[in-house]
């Protein structure tokens, strides 16, 4: 077989240049080269699989800017404050995105690779009408993120089967009505050992303690103050490299959310914002490691890492959570 250049089709029949797809997946294997061992890493730990082709999303499913080249447009979205249409379609991306992640946690067992798990997940977007807001965003291969185990998060699905014992946070986005809407939770699979339950539920009580501090007039530091408080009980690490974010007609906008304290953090919340809470909880140390995907984050010391995720919408009585079940209360209103 002849070398394909940079310039050429990749071979995965994606239409996009190998340089582009996968040749450094393909260069990371011939070096023998691998994803950075982290310290203390178990003989278990994850290591990067085989990607498939880029699945593609039917033409009349209307597609977020950077659909087509991988890059956001930047142009600043000036107003952070959302109004009355923008609320309901805010509303109905994230309802959807909800549905999705049903779809992709009814398919979590044992022997299911990450990757099949992306296929359903595709199409549920599709079926929805929407697209899968991480498909090509900054270059992403794949329609959802599968952080297993000590990924933090940002996992690309691929060839790796979970396995019993496993636990998986499954991190769904779809651009549906001109809106993002993002959230994620951690699921086991099959049965898990007592301390990766407990991580679970804390990164959970986490998330909930950080939201329940949302209301006009809070400020932007109370969430990460909340979510550390937890977590420090516990002796859990924060992850402070990756944080909360505006959201809305653009994936990723102001304001950022830190899920630690930071005191500076003094931006005042009003009624209209619409932001995630993200927190990504370690069992040991807080600090990450990157894959040479630079996409892939996992923990410095090898030990498991959990996130949830919801999308918020500050109202002038509190918070109305946008990415709940279908027919959840909802747990904060003053
Ligand atoms: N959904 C993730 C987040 O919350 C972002 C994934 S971006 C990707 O914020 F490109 F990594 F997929
Ligand atoms: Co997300
Ligand atoms: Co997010």
């Not at 709940?324 to 209360?329: F, K, N, W």
């Amino acid at each position: 077989m002849s070398k394909i250049g940079p310039n050429d089709p990749c071979w995965c029949s994606s239409g996009r240049k190998y340089k582009r797809c996968h040749q450094s997946r393909d260069l990371m294997k011939q070096l023998g080269g691998d994803a950075p061992v982290a310290k203390n890493a178990k003989s278990n730990s994850i290591k990067p699989g085989e990607l498939s082709p880029i699945r593609t999303v039917p033409a009349h499913i209307v597609r977020p800017d950077y659909a087509l080249t991988g890059r956001p447009s930047g142009s600043r979205v000036r107003n952070i404050i959302k109004n009355s249409d923008q609320i309901e379609r805010m509303r109905r991306a994230c309802r959807a995105a909800r549905q999705v992640l049903e779809v992709a946690k009814a398919a979590i067992r044992p022997g299911v690779t990450t990757d099949a798990i992306d296929a359903i997940t595709h199409q549920a977007y599709i079926n929805l009408n929407g697209y899968p807001s991480t498909l090509n965003y900054h270059g992403y291969p794949k329609s959802l993120c599968t952080s297993v185990n000590e990924v933090i998060c940002h996992g690309i699905p691929d060839s790796r089967a979970l396995e019993d014992g496993d636990i998986v946070n499954l991190d769904v986005t779809i651009f549906l009505d001109g809106m993002h809407g993002d959230l994620s939770e951690t699921v086991f699979v099959g049965k898990v050992d007592s301390a990766s339950q407990k991580l679970v539920a804390t990164t959970h009580e986490c998330l909930m303690r950080g939201i329940s501090t949302v209301k006009p007039g809070s400020r932007i530091c109370d969430i990460g103050r909340g979510i550390q408080e937890v977590a420090d009980e516990h002796g859990y690490g924060v992850v402070r490299a990756f944080v909360g974010h505006g959201i809305g007609e653009t994936f990723h906008m102001d304001p950022q959310v830190p899920h630690y304290f930071d005191p500076g953090q003094t931006f005042e919340l009003r009624p209209g914002m619409v932001f995630t809470v993200e927190p990504m909880i370690n069992q040991g140390d807080w600090r990450h490691l990157m894959w040479d995907d630079r996409w892939t984050a996992v923990t410095m010391d090898g030990k498991r890492s959990a996130q949830f995720e919801h999308t918020l919408l500050v109202t002038e009585r509190g918070v109305e959570i946008l990415t709940l079940p279908e027919g959840e209360p909802q747990p904060f209103v003053f």
